[in-house]
């Protein structure tokens, strides 16, 4: 509590959005935080606090601040690193549903600053991006398990609690471009007062973009049966008219989940529609992990991480990348040495340059004809789900062989396939912590031609988080078939995209 | 027999070699055809015959000529995709071991002349390798499971035999860059009288370098235990005293076997020294599989025959891939793409610039100290035998999680390190090929840096054939090591190579 204590009502604060109009609060097109979150585009998401000491991934607020430790803390190296991969801005956590704040906040002592390393992380880091030249935002969890006001009946002591934070963390730390609000699902929506939050943190930030996690109610996104899913409903027939849990709102939030090819990003809200990017997050890890833990982990695939890429920041939408640091306080050196192969991959420039978005274009796959040797269900798991642009729904087979085929326009040349396919999970010992296991072990790409098939890939190897196959040399097929000789178990597959060679 | 009979006494040739001095016949310094051979360097092999059609690796001679008929037979395709590839020529098996032969020999009806396909397959192929700009080379076996002079009282008739079809091979196809012989094992080493056969070679086409395949006795190279191994024996060493079976000869062939790093090539015979290059011999496919058969096969991982041909280019040594068309005398579209992106990945242009020798120097961990957490035997299977340079000789270790480590030179960066892990093989039901299963299925590498351990890598994958590890960012270490996490058996490292950054 050595921090300056900043008193800033929040009533102070209501008129700033009016005051500053339609180009910040958002409308039917693209306002100017939107904007510049779009020329960010790609950036590091950094957790790392209480969760990084204890092992768990959503711990409960009652361990001791003493036992948040770092021993070699060294903000720069995430900063400089984040600038090596070519990120354009980080993304880091301040406090997460454990209460426990990486500042030295003048309403709480559970925090850095009553720790066993005194650091003012959200300092550094910012300081840090200012440095390196990247942009700087916060997430923040609504939900604080540790705070006692939170549990309080009446809400509002929690809600000025959050109001102070905000300032602070507004205030003290220079510009901040983006702000993540996670944990809303512990209360009921209005509990939080989104539309006092948004007005807050437009007067302090006007250029701050802000989101809101889980922000749409889409009872049909069960994280428990996928890995990857759509940030919204029914994204090929452009229907959007779904009810938003919190808004306002700068950007659509939905972790893990990935967007369709045809996300339009025109939302309908009592009868108005807003112009809404989505900002995907996704893990390094292989795990779908956050936090570090005491053993160093496997990265995704490099061919996993460039798809996703092309794949998030299509479409104008934004991808963050979650690289946490250990218990040194340090960023492993797998995870950097997978950052820098990943930049080499994507062909991306360190920070500065002007990104280069839509990178690949709409698989020519997507809506084309299609079908299967087999539907588990024809209607929730048709060979069409796996050429819907999207990775939400899926084609499952009846049978451990089987093939999945699409028509192609023979005119047009492909250089690149990629699948994802649908992977059985193991829960880790962690409770919380999943593994992916494939089923395809043996398959090829076959394509037709002039009436004759032909093998154009073949692999007895498993098939791998995401297969991304390259054709040296461009080719064409009036009709491509995924050949599947060899499963564990009725194979099912996400999305297989073909795109063209330009 | 429809061909024009070449009547070449062989005796009349004797005095060639003679004739043409030491440029030619091998000696203790690179001749002018050992010099050409080099310059080529990379040539793609071709198996096509009778054992195409009788899904058999070795057939008996018994099969009818007309067996062979290929539908759409189309020499062209091989040779442009042998140049589009990179390739600088080709070396086309004339014949087999089961002995039908691919031109109209005028010595025997088991030829194409006789089968359902009339094409000169050895014509077509010299030809359009003189239209796309490759050199054309033969191989021939010696055995012969179908010539009744072979199994003749007096092996004289098979001798003439033998001299005819290769005075037929050398005189009627134009320039021969290269002969390689095979199958010599099935009599001994003098019945083939290969001092006349060097002559006869020479006498016909001065410029083409004859190889025998398994010209040293090396008793402790035993393919039943080896994917991988020393195309001599003590190579560390440099000791050569090893008796040849076969001489004289241009270069030593030991196939599939892969020589070490520190080959000096020169071997003694008889008390003088020679200067005798290897040439290597692979398969694209992953199965050890010479023939093309029914249905596609799987290639190697572009990984392994990356690290292959850097590994078989080194040291002026030269290095064939096996391409085997298929039944319908087309070589498969999946094979193709493979080797278009192996082009791709060595960066070698198509056929006519100067091909790059020594893309990767010797790796830094070649002899250096080392230990391992356990030896299966220390003489035969210590630390040491995983950083000799070699892929013949390895490191065993007595327990399933395990490690090696070696100690580096902390002032030379690294970028690049490679693996070949002992694979235990699953004969397949043709009692001939064999696959390769691994071990290790999840491991780190780890270095230590001012008294400090970090993973620098980690993979929670199976290693695969021939692990390539390739840092964006260059690293150093005090130690290197291979934390071995999981294994199935007891792993066991042919060799790990650290590749200094340049």
């Not at 064409?476 to 995924?482: D, G, I, P, S, Y």
Request: hydrophobic share 35%; charged share 30%.
């Amino acid at each position: 509590m050595n921090a300056i204590r900043i008193l800033v009502s929040a009533a102070v604060m209501l008129s700033a959005i009016a005051m500053n109009g339609e180009s910040i609060a958002p409308s039917h097109k693209e306002n100017t935080c939107q904007k510049k979150m779009r020329e960010r585009g790609y950036g590091m998401f950094i957790h790392f606090g209480m969760n990084t000491f204890n092992g768990m991934e959503w711990s409960e607020g009652k361990d001791p601040a003493s036992l948040y430790n770092p021993t070699e803390l060294d903000c720069e190296q995430w900063v400089r690193t984040a600038r090596d991969a070519g990120f354009r801005y980080v993304l880091l956590v301040t406090k997460h549903h454990d209460g426990f704040c990486l500042w030295d906040s003048a309403v709480t002592d559970y925090d850095v600053a009553s720790s066993g390393n005194k650091t003012d992380v959200v300092k550094a880091v910012s300081d840090a991006c200012r440095k390196y030249g990247l942009e700087f935002g916060v997430y923040y969890s609504l939900w604080d398990r540790h705070e006692p006001s939170y549990k309080a009946d009446d809400f509002s002591g929690y809600r000025k609690y959050m109001d102070d934070q905000l300032t602070e963390l507004l205030t003290n730390y220079g510009d901040v471009c983006e702000i993540w609000f996670d944990g809303g699902w512990d209360r009921k929506p209005e509990d939080w007062d989104i539309p006092h939050i948004y007005e807050l943190v437009k007067s302090l930030q006007p250029d701050c973009a802000m989101g809101v996690n889980n922000s749409a109610y889409l009872a049909e996104d069960d994280l428990s049966k996928n890995i990857y899913g759509s940030a919204g409903p029914d994204e090929m027939t452009g229907k959007h008219n779904v009810k938003f849990a919190y808004f306002p709102m700068d950007f659509r939030l939905k972790d893990p989940f990935i967007a369709n090819w045809n996300d339009n990003k025109i939302y309908n809200v009592d009868g108005e529609d807003y112009y809404l990017p989505f900002e995907h997050t996704i893990c390094l890890s292989k795990k779908w992990n956050w936090f570090q833990k005491e053993k160093p982990m496997e990265t995704r695939d490099i061919d996993e991480l460039e798809e996703l890429f092309y794949r998030t920041m299509a479409n104008n939408n934004t991808l963050v990348i979650n690289v946490p640091p250990d218990q040194r306080g340090l960023m492993r050196r797998n995870e950097i040495n997978a950052l820098m192969e990943l930049r080499d991959r994507i062909g991306i420039s360190p920070a500065g340059k002007k990104l280069k978005h839509n990178t690949l274009k709409r698989p020519v796959s997507v809506g084309r004809a299609c079908r299967a040797s087999s539907e588990w269900d024809a209607a929730d798991y048709g060979a069409d789900k796996a050429f819907d642009g999207g990775v939400h729904h899926r084609w499952a087979s009846r049978d451990t062989t089987a093939w999945l085929e699409v028509d192609l326009d023979p005119a047009k040349e492909f250089n690149r396939i990629s699948i994802f396919e649908y992977m059985d999970e193991v829960m880790a010992p962690d409770g919380f912590s999943r593994k992916r296991a494939n089923r395809i072990t043996e398959y090829s790409i076959e394509a037709l031609n002039n009436g004759k098939w032909e093998t154009i890939y073949l692999s007895t190897d498993p098939m791998g988080d995401c297969k991304v196959i390259n054709f040296a040399t461009p080719q064409r097929a009036e009709k491509l078939r995924l050949d599947i000789r060899r499963a564990t178990a009725p194979p099912s597959i996400y999305e297989l995209s073909v795109y063209a060679a330009e």
